[in-house]
């Protein structure tokens, strides 16, 4: 019998059988007959940057793991002013179990694809699959600690120490299966530089001056304006003022 054989013999389904969601994310916690009935309610898709997945305020009627892509978290204050309050990767479950509506509006940083399931099924996965519902909370307690950390980089760090920090975190968090201690990395901005301004509460002018310095002292190297090159990990951390 093949290797592929014994995957599929092992029951679990095909839409399945490669996805970042079941290996690293919440669907990982499930059995072989829990994932079918859930991959029965499952459709997956791919939204262009910029599309809104869900609205604050708007109620909540699916779920979706972030199969690849980046998603952009924000806040809108009574007068429209907007801020980005996170952003999500694969495989992050994009959603929040428990609530009626959404408190956050979620957008499209990039192209993203979705693997997303009626709110009743995941719902119900909870009560079948306690595992399932760990995995959930455990992602939200990895949020929160991620929420405080970036607390501490928009209020107390230098702008220079902001943008090394949202580099540093954008190339460990695109692409997760990439080893921590590797010595560079490689990816495009997920975010325009006037959202990156928005997200580390900097001037446009400021996020530019700062990448340009860091490409000046070999850090980074950066082409067609949203690629980047990070050619010292360690020289990129020690930028981030510890």
């Given at each position: 019998m093949t290797a592929q054989q014994d995957i599929h013999s092992s029951g679990i389904p095909v839409l399945c059988l490669s996805c970042e969601g079941r290996h690293r994310g919440p669907c990982?916690?499930?059995?072989?007959?829990?994932?079918?009935?859930?991959?029965?309610?499952?459709?997956?898709?791919?939204?262009?940057?910029?599309?809104?997945?869900?609205?604050?305020a708007e109620t909540v009627d699916s779920y979706s793991n972030v199969l690849s892509g980046v998603v952009k978290l924000t806040k809108t204050l009574s007068d429209g002013r907007q801020q980005i309050v996170g952003l999500q990767f694969a495989p992050d479950f994009l959603g929040r179990p428990f609530k009626m509506d959404s408190p956050i509006n979620a957008e499209a940083a990039t192209v993203v694809s979705l693997c997303s399931f009626p709110k009743a099924a995941v719902v119900r996965m909870m009560k079948d699959a306690p595992e399932f519902e760990r995995r959930l909370?455990?992602?939200?307690?990895?949020?929160?600690?991620?929420?405080?950390?970036?607390?501490?980089?928009?209020?107390?760090?230098?702008?220079?120490?902001?943008?090394?920090?949202?580099?540093?975190?954008?190339?460990?968090?695109?692409?997760?299966?990439?080893?921590?201690?590797?010595?560079?990395?490689?990816?495009?901005?997920?975010?325009?530089?006037?959202?990156?301004?928005?997200?580390?509460?900097?001037?446009?002018?400021?996020?530019?001056?700062?990448?340009?310095?860091?490409?000046?002292?070999?850090?980074?190297?950066?082409?067609?304006?949203?690629?980047?090159?990070?050619?010292?990990?360690s020289g990129l951390e020690r930028r981030c003022g510890g």
């Amino acid at each position: 019998m093949t290797a592929q054989q014994d995957i599929h013999s092992s029951g679990i389904p095909v839409l399945c059988l490669s996805c970042e969601g079941r290996h690293r994310g919440p669907c990982g916690a499930l059995d072989p007959d829990h994932l079918v009935g859930l991959a029965k309610t499952a459709s997956r898709h791919k939204v262009e940057p910029g599309v809104k997945l869900v609205g604050e305020a708007e109620t909540v009627d699916s779920y979706s793991n972030v199969l690849s892509g980046v998603v952009k978290l924000t806040k809108t204050l009574s007068d429209g002013r907007q801020q980005i309050v996170g952003l999500q990767f694969a495989p992050d479950f994009l959603g929040r179990p428990f609530k009626m509506d959404s408190p956050i509006n979620a957008e499209a940083a990039t192209v993203v694809s979705l693997c997303s399931f009626p709110k009743a099924a995941v719902v119900r996965m909870m009560k079948d699959a306690p595992e399932f519902e760990r995995r959930l909370f455990k992602q939200a307690l990895v949020e929160l600690d991620a929420a405080r950390e970036w607390m501490v980089t928009v209020g107390r760090k230098t702008a220079s120490e902001k943008v090394a920090s949202f580099l540093l975190m954008i190339a460990r968090s695109i692409d997760r299966t990439v080893d921590p201690a590797a010595k560079s990395a490689c990816f495009d901005l997920p975010l325009t530089r006037g959202d990156i301004a928005d997200f580390l509460a900097l001037r446009f002018e400021t996020v530019s001056r700062q990448l340009t310095r860091l490409r000046a002292d070999g850090i980074i190297r950066i082409e067609n304006n949203r690629h980047v090159t990070v050619d010292s990990m360690s020289g990129l951390e020690r930028r981030c003022g510890g």
